[in-house]
Nanobody
Framework: QVRMVESGGGLVQPGGSLRLSCAAS????????MSWFRQTPGKEREFVAS????????TYADSVKGRFTIARDNAKDTVSLQLNSLKPEDTAVYYC???????????????WGRGTQVTVSS
């Protein structure tokens, strides 16, 4: 069974930090673009960050750039997201997802984790 499991979420005060992890099992995703998304009730799922298969290229949403850092360890089949300087608006369920690149160069996410809750509140 192919699984991706997020962990590391929790309750943190504004300005605090968390480190989220996504562990894959059942197959390797070392060649895949891996991304983090987040979603709050009543809102569409939002792209947060992505990292290339080698880890050499990273992309961030403007809302998190400079505060969040995505990284991966392909030997362990894990992807992490370091969340710093957290704001209440960062509160969401955070999901990791794996993508393959189609013939047109577009990302197609075919594997998703179940999510981990991040709550930023005093």
């Amino acid at each position: 069974q192919v699984r991706m499991v997020e962990s590391g979420g929790g309750l943190v005060q504004p300005g605090g930090s968390l480190r989220l992890s996504c562990a894959a099992s059942g197959r390797t995703f070392s060649s895949r673009v891996m991304s983090w998304f987040r979603q709050t009730p009543g809102k569409e799922r939002e792209f947060v960050a992505s990292i290339s298969g080698s880890g050499g290229v990273t992309t961030y949403a403007d809302s998190v750039k400079g505060r969040f850092t995505i990284a991966r360890d392909n030997a362990k089949d894990t992807v992490s997201l370091q969340l710093n300087s957290l704001k209440p608006e960062d509160t969401a369920v955070y999901y990791c997802a794996a993508a393959f690149i189609d013939r047109f160069g577009a990302r197609n996410y075919d594997y998703w984790g179940r999510g981990t809750q991040v709550t930023v509140s005093s």
